[in-house]
């Protein structure tokens, strides 16, 4: 990944917005309920975090997170960079989860619990969210009426002043653009992102090598020397700081 990345106006506008926010709704963890922040010279990050992406939120929970992927460079304004969640603790440790960081927002705002797992249709997401609903009313120690009122200021203020809204039919939305992703592949890999084909040829040894590393991150291949030589040829490809990732998050 080139040093040409900055961080995107939507992320950083609402860093600011959060940290000023903050204090009005003092129930909320957060207002946003994610650990913001984005690092450019980083290295770190997990082993299926892919090297072509820039994580950008926490979750606080079980190391997932989630990331701008720039398809090995390709994609150059991270304000349009697919939103992908990375999980090391599931079995499908990466997911396609938005077209954009515009969507990301707007889907973690009003359906926080779709980014979170997979639901196969709409019917079985809104049965989740009930039963979610239904044991925060139950608890003793959780105010829900006091964490709706605040969660309600938060969704005014996210429309007034980033004019983010629900996305209508979110789910459908989910498998739309999991299914535009599919049908842009070029290579298949492992972990569903697929090496996508660009607009303009390369040679199919480097789809091959780009396609080879995922693989090598979704199994959490831990051999030196096929993990060092792929680091070598993307070094060669001009991917220095992806090289760097892929040696550090499957060898340290």
Not at 224 to 235: D, F, G, P, Y
């Amino acid at each position: 990944m080139n040093n040409h990345y900055r961080t995107p106006v939507l992320l950083e506008q609402i860093i600011t917005w959060e940290r000023e926010y903050s204090h009005e709704v003092g129930y909320l963890e957060n207002p946003t309920g994610l650990y913001l922040g984005i690092d450019f010279n980083t290295t770190d990050g997990y082993f299926c975090t892919p090297v072509d992406c820039f994580p950008f939120a926490d979750t606080g929970a079980d190391g997932e997170h989630f990331g701008l992927l720039t398809d090995f460079g390709f994609v150059k304004d991270l304000n349009e960079a697919p939103v992908i969640r990375i999980s090391p603790m599931h079995s499908d440790h990466v997911q396609l989860v938005a077209r954009n960081l515009n969507d990301f927002f707007s889907l973690h705002f009003y359906d926080e619990l779709l980014l979170m797992n997979d639901y196969s249709s709409e019917d079985e997401y809104l049965e989740r969210v009930r039963q979610e609903e239904s044991k925060d009313l139950n608890s003793e120690w959780f105010d829900h009426d006091r964490w709706k009122k605040e969660r309600a200021k938060v969704l005014n203020e996210v429309q007034e002043k980033f004019n983010l809204y629900p996305i209508a039919d979110p789910v459908h939305y989910l498998q739309d653009i999991r299914l535009e992703r599919q049908l842009q592949i070029a290579i298949k890999t492992e972990d569903s992102l697929g090496i996508v084909r660009l607009p303009t040829a390369i040679p199919p040894e480097k789809e091959l090598l780009l396609a080879s590393v995922r693989n090598l991150q979704f199994t959490a291949c831990s051999d030196r020397n096929i993990v060092e030589r792929h680091a070598k040829e993307l070094v060669g490809l001009g991917m220095t700081k992806e090289a760097e990732s892929l040696l550090v998050r499957l060898l340290r």
